[in-house]
């Protein structure tokens, strides 16, 4: 199964550009790479998701290689509300057409004010 | 407020013992993932429904059963608890079979004793 590899903590200044990077040298043609986050005493949430072209939306831009062994998330402006953890996620196809699912550690972001 | 229900939001229970951990999906998600989550292991995913039907398995322990409702509302079984079981159950929904926007409960808090 193809796993995902992150740092497991980093830090930033608050206002500045952050880039959550994450290795999945084992990733196959059809997995999709996610990026969730969790913020203190919540459940995950959804951030970005992509396949092999670089993704931008409202929270985020995921930026992938071009051989798809990593990818960074980017949050353009970090806020103290962005402080959690980030998880790095591959959705991976498995056999008889079910998906498996497969978390990294996840990155403890910490931003200072 | 995520729009996913989880009851109860905390149980303590004795070892030994069996629980039921429910979900209600948001309004129009026919998926619905578990996962758990220990200080130790971090994000497990255990199981995926998709309108009623198994979809995915991940780390689900054979003690471990769930299901889906017609109702699309999912219940997580939990039996012969030990104190290794003790952790955040997180409940997520979505639209479709995808990966689009999974929208994830508060979860419930279990402790095993």
């Known amino acids: 199964d193809a796993k995902t590899t992150q740092p497991n903590s980093m830090e930033s200044n608050e206002e500045e550009p952050v880039h959550l990077p994450c290795n999945h040298s084992t990733i196959s043609g059809t997995d999709y790479i996610h990026w969730y986050r969790q913020l203190p005493s919540q459940g995950p949430e959804y951030v970005i998701h992509?396949?092999?072209s670089n993704v931008n939306n409202r929270m985020a831009s995921l930026a992938i290689a071009e051989d798809r062994k990593s990818s960074t998330l980017i949050l353009h402006r970090a806020t103290l509300r962005d402080a959690a953890v980030y998880y790095c996620?591959?959705?991976?196809?498995?056999?008889?057409?079910?998906?498996?699912?497969?978390f990294g550690t996840g990155t403890r972001l910490k931003v200072l004010a | 407020d995520s729009g996913v229900t989880q009851t109860p939001k905390h149980l303590i229970t004795a070892t030994g013992q069996r629980v039921t951990l429910r979900c209600s999906p948001r309004s129009g998600d026919l998926s619905v993932y578990w996962y758990q989550q220990s200080l130790d292991q971090g994000l497990q995913f255990l199981i995926q429904y998709y309108n009623g039907e198994e979809r995915a398995k991940g780390n689900i322990l054979e003690r471990f059963s769930a299901q889906q409702f017609p109702d699309l509302h999912s219940e997580l079984n939990l039996s012969s608890l030990e104190l290794g079981d003790s952790a955040l159950y997180f409940c997520a929904s979505s639209v479709v079979d995808s990966h689009y926007g999974y929208t994830f409960g508060s979860g419930t808090r279990l402790t095993v004793v």
């Open positions: 996620i591959l959705r991976s196809t498995g056999t008889s057409g079910t998906y498996k699912y497969i």
């Open positions: 992509g396949l092999t």
